[in-house]
């Protein structure tokens, strides 16, 4: 299974401010996802990003809102921009299973917007 | 399109007895179905996976689940619970990889456990 690691674990951020969040994968994937927790909810998928492509976002979620970085097979970054407390979730990444459909989720960052 | 309903938002039981945690599912597609659970302030573990072979599937902990498609179910259960299961759990579906965005994730709404001493 792979190990995913994302920073930061947490943080507390002023409203219209932006907050870039990364996540590590311990082996090469071809895909990578972003997920959003909001409080006490389920998750959604944000975008899908490909390494040496374009992300491509979910209906409700916007570039320019949630820009998606892919420079390499096993990282990737997610900007949160001009926040919000509506923006206040936890904010996790996945990779897929190389042999399944199942997903391998990282810890998560937990986002405070004061 | 897929979509996941969760029976029940809660569902609390004593330590020792059995935990049946209920999933129906939407597909237009021969679906694989998930549960994950996460536990507070921890990230998403998969606890069992079916993906068309077994109906029945075992998974980590003690947990099971039956795929069931006359009845459009996959339902989670463990013949006696323990402290630790408190958790929240989360019934997922995807599709075939071939189809175009049918390999996405789909959640439920999510159930919480809770065991009762």
């Known amino acids: 299974s792979a190990v995913i690691s994302q920073k930061p674990s947490r943080d507390i951020c002023q409203r219209g401010t932006s907050l870039t969040i990364q996540c590590q994968v311990d082996?090469?994937?071809?895909?990578m996802f972003w997920y959003r927790q909001q409080p006490g909810q389920s998750l959604t998928l944000i975008a899908t990003a490909n390494q040496g492509s374009e992300a491509t976002y979910e209906s409700g979620f916007v570039i320019d809102k949630f820009p998606i970085s892919r420079p390499n097979l096993t990282f990737s970054t997610l900007t949160v921009s001009n926040m919000s407390p509506e923006d206040s979730s936890i904010y996790l990444c996945?990779?897929?299973?190389?042999?399944?459909?199942?997903?391998?989720f990282g810890p998560g960052t937990r986002l405070t917007v004061t | 399109a897929q979509s996941v309903t969760q029976l029940d938002s809660h569902v609390s039981v004593s330590e020792g007895t059995p935990v049946l945690l209920r999933c129906n599912y939407s597909s237009s597609y021969s679906p694989s179905l998930f549960w994950y659970v996460q536990h507070p302030n921890k990230g998403l573990q998969l606890l069992l996976k079916y993906t068309s072979a077994a109906t029945l599937v075992k998974g980590i902990n003690g947990f099971e689940a039956e795929f069931k498609k006359s009845e459009t179910s996959f339902h989670l259960t463990k013949p006696s619970a323990h402290m630790s299961d408190a958790a929240e759990y989360f019934c997922?579906?995807?599709?075939?990889?071939?189809?175009?965005?049918?390999?996405?994730?789909?959640f439920g709404q999510g159930t919480r456990l809770t065991i009762n001493p």
């Open positions: 997922v579906v995807s599709g075939p990889a071939q189809i175009q965005g049918a390999q996405k994730l789909v």
């Open positions: 082996s090469q994937v071809t895909m």
């Open positions: 996945s990779v897929e299973e190389s042999q399944g459909r199942w997903q391998y």
